[in-house]
């Protein structure tokens, strides 16, 4: 009689309901860079400053600080040059440019020059928000979570989620941004 297949009913929707849980697809959108990567990176800058010549006399100190890099040097000039070489080889080993955050060098005691290079990690909430708003304005069929300093980008089709990274590729701003947690 109809008693005999509701259980059938019952374990019908209970599949389809964890089917549709594994059809959902998400990945999260972070800011950040390789720590060890750039420990040594600044290594390397401080072997070729004391070995360059027209370095090795400026005194030029390196120290990398948890949320920064300071530099102090002789002059201007050799400030452009330590930046450029630090930029270099930076590049070399796949870290973007875009963690770098050089604030304006300032005159110190004994005529040097110091420079402050913060490191830029994480998204801000202002960014997260912007960030989050243009997915959603131009996808319809993925969701948006900011969590901390990360996005969650969830959708139900895994072309939906390879057109959200693309777009987030495309956007103009101040940090790198990486896609992780790709399920």
Known sequence: GPTSSRPTLVSTLGRSNAASMADTYSFDVVSDFDRQELVNTVDQV??????????????????LEETAIVITTASDMTLDAVVDVLRQKATKRSLSLK?????????????????????????????????????????????????????????????????????????????PLQFQNYR
């Open 46 to 63: 401080r072997r070729d400053v004391s070995q360059r010549y027209d370095l090795k006399d400026s005194n030029t100190e390196i120290e």
């Open 99 to 175: 963690i770098f955050d050089e604030q304006t060098p300032e005159s110190v005691g004994g005529n040097r020059i110091k420079q402050e290079i913060k490191l830029r990690k994480g998204l801000s909430q202002e960014l997260a928000k912007k960030l989050s708003k243009t997915v959603r304005d131009q996808l319809k069929k993925v969701t948006v979570s900011i969590q901390g300093e990360s996005l969650r980008v969830t959708g139900k089709n895994k072309d939906e989620l390879q057109n959200a990274i693309q777009l987030l590729k495309e956007q103009d701003i101040e940090v």
